[in-house]
């Protein structure tokens, strides 16, 4: 497969199911006015999140990179991420949050590529550059909490979701996907978030990933951190939005102990958050993640685990108390006394032992499911995985002897036992059968006279979670995406409008100053006069050559602007006030 991005060590760690994900960055199509936006937010960002933002912000802005003036390159960044033991890829918008949490376990930012529309400029529902490269990558500078981000991904991929958790996925990508979008008429706007809505409120018991997809929300993109009374901002969606980073931090915003709890708190993407959660410091994350990772299935098992899986309709994985892995999508469990007795799967399964698939058990092998009883034989106090090669004679559980296994819950295997599989400490896993009989009661669970049937060796169903043990047992570059980031065609009007942000950056970056910024300002006042961000550059560049004349021509301009749109009054505002601060400094 062709790389759509330059690989370094540790993308090279990348398997493959991840890779389908990542795409080219396309640096070249990011128009004059995207760097405008991009460096209005970093300014202002910088600017104030010195203040409020926590030290690792501005100190790791430095460390991995990220220019204030320029979108950064994701090929420039990975070099000097790599210094942290970190990379970045490029991606099309939400992806599964299975697999942005994988990426994070091997270390890899997922970075959005697109840039948001000047009319969001202070926020958008959408990942892009500056939620991602000015927010994320900043903090993971940081080594206590890039390690929770680490684990945060390695524990996040694993948890179960629901069919209804994908629904809910495809839904936000959409409606983030239509927001950006140029043009999109306001009705089918509110028709995608009313969609989210009703899923919202009718999702039923909350899944595994739901639970977990709060607290990354809670920390990782609107975190706060320190004194309950005065706290920092180290959550990239507060970081990212010039519009929340402030608000969070009055009074109208409610600031509550960061626990556990907040990974039963719901949010509503569409919306600014009306209360946020303070962490006392990073390493505090990782202790609150532990404790929900002990309430997961992965590290509890048993019936529920079981039944998690089945009810998520997903590719997963039981492990078992010999360390055997049973990857496959699991559909059916008899219990007996509270605990599974028997578990199948459908489809194509794969056995493995500690995350690598045992010879002679992938796919191929197991390609119509397979199913294997649970437990401690019926009336015996020793279970199979305990015994020594002497007690497995003793019970006739021996090669060549045709016998009948009873186990608790009245599940019955009876057959002629050929072979045995064992680890490396000798312990038995699997026990292959010829001419066998698997039944429960008086169902028969399965039957053959020709083939092989072997039996799962485990007392007890230790762990189960999301995916397979060994990733390279499946095909898993499957994903298609129901629909791609929306890019219409430039009017010529656009396009002009696209040179005149041109002609003005290259003037400030001393590439050409040959161009007349009086004409320019002329052109933009008669063909964009609901433009504003590109007077802001040019009162920028008058002030700096003490031509106060043409400062006053521009600000007299703003205001009209301001007058015939006042939902952008605070952001010229604010763009004024930079450079203003920017002389007095």
């Given at each position: 497969?062709?790389?759509?991005?330059?690989?370094?060590?540790?993308?090279?760690?990348?398997?493959?199911?991840?890779?389908?994900?990542?795409?080219?960055?396309?640096?070249?199509?990011?128009?004059?006015?995207?760097?405008?936006?991009?460096?209005?937010?970093?300014?202002?960002?910088?600017?104030?999140?010195?203040?409020?933002?926590?030290?690792?912000?501005?100190?790791?802005?430095?460390?991995?990179?990220?220019?204030?003036?320029?979108?950064?390159?994701?090929?420039?960044?990975?070099?000097?991420?790599?210094?942290?033991?970190?990379?970045?890829?490029?991606?099309?918008?939400?992806?599964?949050?299975?697999?942005?949490?994988?990426?994070?376990?091997?270390?890899?930012?997922?970075?959005?590529?697109?840039?948001?529309?000047?009319?969001?400029?202070?926020?958008?529902?959408?990942?892009?550059?500056?939620?991602?490269?000015?927010?994320?990558?900043?903090?993971?500078?940081?080594?206590?909490?890039?390690?929770?981000?680490?684990?945060?991904?390695?524990?996040?991929?694993?948890?179960?979701?629901?069919?209804?958790?994908?629904?809910?996925?495809?839904?936000?990508?959409?409606?983030?996907?239509?927001?950006?979008?140029?043009?999109?008429?306001?009705?089918?706007?509110?028709?995608?978030?009313?969609?989210?809505?009703?899923?919202?409120?009718?999702?039923?018991?909350?899944?595994?990933?739901?639970?977990?997809?709060?607290?990354?929300?809670?920390?990782?993109?609107?975190?706060?951190?320190?004194?309950?009374?005065?706290?920092?901002?180290?959550?990239?969606?507060?970081?990212?939005?010039?519009?929340?980073?402030?608000?969070?931090?009055?009074?109208?915003?409610?600031?509550?102990?960061?626990?556990?709890?907040?990974?039963?708190?719901?949010?509503?993407?569409?919306?600014?958050?009306?209360?946020?959660?303070?962490?006392?410091?990073?390493?505090?994350?990782?202790?609150?993640?532990?404790?929900?990772?002990?309430?997961?299935?992965?590290?509890?098992?048993?019936?529920?685990?079981?039944?998690?899986?089945?009810?998520?309709?997903?590719?997963?994985?039981?492990?078992?108390?010999?360390?055997?892995?049973?990857?496959?999508?699991?559909?059916?469990?008899?219990?007996?006394?509270?605990?599974?007795?028997?578990?199948?799967?459908?489809?194509?399964?794969?056995?493995?032992?500690?995350?690598?698939?045992?010879?002679?058990?992938?796919?191929?092998?197991?390609?119509?499911?397979?199913?294997?009883?649970?437990?401690?034989?019926?009336?015996?106090?020793?279970?199979?995985?305990?015994?020594?090669?002497?007690?497995?004679?003793?019970?006739?559980?021996?090669?060549?002897?045709?016998?009948?296994?009873?186990?608790?819950?009245?599940?019955?295997?009876?057959?002629?036992?050929?072979?045995?599989?064992?680890?490396?400490?000798?312990?038995?896993?699997?026990?292959?059968?010829?001419?066998?009989?698997?039944?429960?009661?008086?169902?028969?669970?399965?039957?053959?006279?020709?083939?092989?049937?072997?039996?799962?060796?485990?007392?007890?169903?230790?762990?189960?979670?999301?995916?397979?043990?060994?990733?390279?047992?499946?095909?898993l570059v499957t994903h298609e995406l129901s629909e791609t980031t929306i890019k219409k065609p430039k009017t010529k009007e656009r396009q002009r409008l696209e040179t005149l942000y041109l002609r003005i950056r290259e003037?400030?970056?001393?590439?050409?100053?040959?161009?007349?910024?009086?004409?320019?300002?002329?052109?933009?006042?008669?063909?964009?006069?609901?433009?504003?961000?590109?007077?802001?550059?040019?009162?920028?560049?008058a002030h700096v050559d003490g031509n106060k004349a043409f400062a006053k021509e521009i600000i007299d301009h703003l205001e009209t602007v301001k007058q015939n749109n006042p939902k952008v009054g605070h952001l010229i505002?604010?763009?004024?006030?930079?450079?203003?601060?920017?002389?007095?400094?």
């Amino acid at each position: 497969m062709e790389t759509a991005y330059e690989s370094n060590p540790i993308l090279d760690k990348l398997p493959q199911h991840l890779r389908q994900y990542i795409k080219p960055q396309n640096y070249e199509d990011y128009s004059p006015i995207d760097q405008a936006v991009w460096r209005y937010v970093m300014r202002k960002n910088v600017d104030y999140l010195s203040q409020v933002a926590h030290e690792s912000y501005v100190e790791g802005l430095k460390k991995t990179g990220i220019s204030i003036d320029h979108i950064p390159n994701m090929y420039g960044m990975n070099r000097i991420l790599k210094e942290i033991g970190w990379a970045a890829v490029a991606v099309d918008g939400f992806i599964p949050p299975a697999a942005f949490m994988e990426f994070q376990a091997y270390n890899v930012l997922v970075i959005a590529s697109d840039i948001r529309q000047l009319e969001n400029i202070e926020y958008t529902p959408a990942p892009d550059i500056i939620h991602e490269g000015a927010g994320h990558a900043p903090i993971i500078a940081n080594p206590e909490y890039a390690e929770y981000l680490r684990r945060f991904g390695e524990i996040g991929c694993k948890a179960i979701s629901s069919a209804k958790d994908y629904e809910l996925y495809e839904a936000v990508r959409h409606l983030s996907i239509i927001k950006e979008a140029d043009g999109t008429p306001e009705k089918e706007i509110t028709e995608a978030e009313k969609h989210i809505e009703e899923l919202q409120q009718n999702m039923g018991k909350p899944s595994e990933m739901a639970l977990i997809r709060n607290l990354h929300w809670w920390t990782v993109e609107y975190g706060l951190i320190g004194m309950v009374e005065n706290p920092k901002i180290y959550g990239a969606g507060l970081l990212s939005s010039i519009g929340e980073s402030t608000w969070c931090m009055t009074d109208q915003v409610k600031k509550i102990p960061y626990s556990i709890e907040a990974a039963h708190t719901e949010f509503d993407i569409t919306k600014p958050q009306p209360q946020l959660f303070v962490t006392p410091d990073f390493a505090f994350l990782s202790q609150v993640l532990e404790d929900f990772a002990d309430n997961m299935a992965l590290r509890r098992g048993g019936l529920d685990g079981v039944q998690k899986l089945i009810n998520s309709k997903e590719l997963g994985t039981l492990e078992l108390s010999t360390g055997l892995q049973i990857s496959g999508n699991f559909d059916k469990v008899i219990a007996h006394d509270g605990k599974p007795v028997y578990v199948q799967t459908k489809g194509s399964t794969a056995l493995a032992y500690r995350e690598k698939e045992l010879i002679g058990h992938g796919i191929e092998k197991h390609n119509d499911g397979f199913g294997t009883p649970i437990g401690k034989l019926k009336g015996i106090n020793l279970a199979i995985e305990d015994m020594g090669p002497r007690d497995l004679k003793a019970y006739n559980i021996y090669e060549g002897e045709t016998i009948t296994l009873e186990f608790e819950g009245k599940i019955k295997i009876s057959g002629k036992i050929i072979t045995g599989t064992r680890n490396l400490q000798g312990k038995i896993l699997l026990v292959t059968f010829e001419n066998c009989k698997v039944t429960h009661g008086k169902e028969v669970l399965f039957e053959s006279k020709t083939g092989t049937y072997s039996m799962a060796v485990g007392q007890e169903i230790i762990s189960a979670f999301h995916g397979p043990a060994d990733v390279g047992s499946f095909d898993l570059v499957t994903h298609e995406l129901s629909e791609t980031t929306i890019k219409k065609p430039k009017t010529k009007e656009r396009q002009r409008l696209e040179t005149l942000y041109l002609r003005i950056r290259e003037w400030r970056e001393n590439i050409d100053t040959t161009t007349s910024r009086g004409k320019v300002f002329q052109e933009l006042k008669e063909n964009y006069p609901n433009d504003w961000l590109l007077s802001v550059e040019l009162y920028e560049l008058a002030h700096v050559d003490g031509n106060k004349a043409f400062a006053k021509e521009i600000i007299d301009h703003l205001e009209t602007v301001k007058q015939n749109n006042p939902k952008v009054g605070h952001l010229i505002d604010g763009g004024l006030k930079l450079v203003d601060m920017a002389l007095v400094n």
